[in-house]
């Protein structure tokens, strides 16, 4: 394969923006597939979308997690994906004339690639290297081919033979886009495949030393299409800042204590295992949650008590916050006296709903803090606790424009009917889920037409720190009907109709639906 395109006829501008485009996609799925096969290497995509939610602006999370929800993942790879093409196909046209550049152009990819891969702590330098050096050959290895067979295409134009040249090209570019897009579906399902495995060298998670009473009796409604009183781990919401699972090695990989401790310490993954473990129902919520959003659920933790560990590692007086790292890096911090306040039972969990904690939601271990929005403290994939002072550290969306303290809100939410939903006249359940941990949930009422509050029947609770599950019994007439619900906590205070968005500390209001009537 020759490494500059001929010089005796210039392909055109179509056929340059189709090579460049095709030697992008070549690249980029090569460097997904080799990402996927060679143990600690980067995804270029991965990377550099990574480096993309670091410098986004104040807002953009939520502005994304609006549009996309929890496909906001996805979108970043396909978006990542599409640009670096649409790059490549520019820079196609640009190798017409000046090929050298068009070359320098793709070496400057790799670099930022490679920059980008190796801001991964996880990432293995080596085999990082090796990917971006790859994605740079391929490119201008295939980029130089096409152009050369886009100018042989041109000659036999002119020279009025029968169109070989142009066949050749166009079968040469529709075979290298579908091996690129072949390499990069495997080479994902490969790094999928790889965080998957590293999730089962765990094994089994010992039986808790104090483990969570059953739910009483009456603690589920029986309405169709109400939320579960407990949320299976494969419907549980995911929200962070990780484009692909993190892989932690359980051969190296710690929890350290850390900070202003008198007695530092860190922990394997089996000394963790052979603390007390202990069992509690736990509903956590998302920041992000619009009022009357799916972004929130309940699940039984196991874990070590967060309290404990302090209590081992002796906390200094001034320590008021707690900073939970990950290992991509994230933080989150919280105030101290939240984790070992008596009534509170913040948790190192390493286990949800009775199985090891699952890859997407923090295996090996996550911080559990209830009564807190997961933004400042539900680190998943937890490696370090560092304390600190609450002056001394912002963690990571801090400087984004969220608040430092951020308890969950007293929030509720109608799950049936459906929002636009036509029922029939008579007896119609208006049920749903009612959240204020870890203040619990006294009462939840439903208004009807704005014509006064009903009380609503609840469900018996796990414990004040979850969910809550409610039903109104409605005698609905025919017509167009307008539902709210709202919720008191434990402290007597009553859910504001004040609507706020979600920034800085949690969405308000009622949650409001329309129904017809039939």
């Known amino acids: 394969m020759t490494t500059r395109p001929p010089t005796h006829h210039t392909p055109s501008r179509r056929a340059a923006a189709i090579a460049g485009l095709s030697a992008g996609a070549a690249a980029l799925g090569g460097a997904e597939l080799l990402a996927g096969a060679l143990p600690g290497a980067a995804s270029p995509i991965i990377a550099v979308g990574d480096l993309v939610i670091a410098l986004q602006p104040p807002g953009a999370k939520q502005f994304v997690v609006e549009l996309f929800g929890e496909a906001d993942k996805l979108i970043l790879n396909f978006f990542i994906a599409g640009v670096a093409i649409a790059i490549t196909a520019g820079l196609g046209l640009l190798a017409r004339t000046h090929f050298g550049l068009a070359r320098l152009a793709f070496v400057g990819g790799g670099l930022l690639a490679l920059g980008a891969g190796l801001r991964d702590p996880l990432a293995e330098p080596v085999t990082t290297l090796l990917v971006a050096v790859a994605a740079v050959g391929i490119a201008i ?26 066949r050749r090209f166009i079968g040469a570019s529709i075979a290298v886009a579908g091996l690129a897009a072949t390499s990069g579906v495997l080479g994902r399902a490969l790094l999928d495949r790889g965080r998957l495995i590293a999730s089962t060298q765990a094994g089994d998670v010992p039986a808790p030393a104090s483990a969570a009473p059953p739910p009483p009796a009456g ?39 850390t900070g202003m401790v008198d007695r530092p310490f860190e922990l394997t993954y089996d000394e963790l295992l052979a603390l007390p473990l202990h069992e509690q129902y736990v509903t956590i919520a998302c920041v992000s949650n619009e009022v009357g959003g799916d972004l929130v659920g309940n699940a039984l933790w196991s874990g ?4 404990e560990l302090l209590e081992r590692a002796g906390v200094r007086p001034e320590a008021t916050q707690i900073v939970g790292r990950a290992v991509d890096g994230f933080t989150v911090g919280f105030p101290t006296a939240h984790a070992i306040a008596d009534r509170r039972e913040a948790l190192v969990a390493v286990a949800m709903n009775g199985e090891p904690l699952p890859p997407n939601h923090g295996y090996p271990a996550r911080l559990i803090v209830p009564g807190l929005f997961g933004y400042v403290s539900a680190t998943k994939w937890l490696t370090e606790i560092e304390l600190t002072t609450l002056e001394g550290f912002d ?34 359940a208006v049920a749903g889920v009612a959240w204020a941990p870890d203040r619990g949930v006294s009462g939840v009422e439903v208004q009807v037409d704005e014509r006064g509050w009903q009380s609503a029947e609840l469900s018996n609770p796990i414990s004040d720190a979850t969910w809550v599950q409610f039903v109104h019994r409605w005698e609905a007439t025919a017509g167009e009907h307008l539902l709210r619900v709202r919720a008191t906590d434990g402290r007597g205070d009553v859910q504001t109709d004040m609507r706020t968005p979600p920034p800085p500390d949690g969405a308000r209001g009622h949650h409001t639906i329309r129904v017809t009537v039939t």
């Not at 152009?147 to 295409?153: G, I, N, P, Q, V």
């Not at 603690?219 to 949320?231: N, Q």
């Not at 070590?304 to 309290?307: E, I």
């Not at 951020?406 to 799950?415: E, K, M, V, W």
């Open 304 to 307: 070590v008590r967060l309290k």
């Open 219 to 257: 603690s589920a409604l029986d309405v169709a299409g109400l939320s579960p009183l407990v949320t299976p781990n494969g419907d549980f919401y995911r929200i962070d800042t990780a484009l692909l699972v993190p892989r932690p090695d359980l051969a190296t990989w710690r929890l350290r204590v």
């Open 141 to 166: 290895g295939i980029l130089s081919w096409l152009l050369r067979l886009a100018a042989e295409r041109g000659h036999q134009a002119e020279a009025e033979m029968p169109a070989w040249g142009r």
């Open 395 to 428: 963690a990571y969306w801090v400087p984004l424009g969220w608040s430092k303290q951020a308890p969950i809100l007293t929030q509720s939410r109608i799950d049936v009917p459906s929002n636009g939903a036509r029922v029939a006249a008579g007896a119609v």
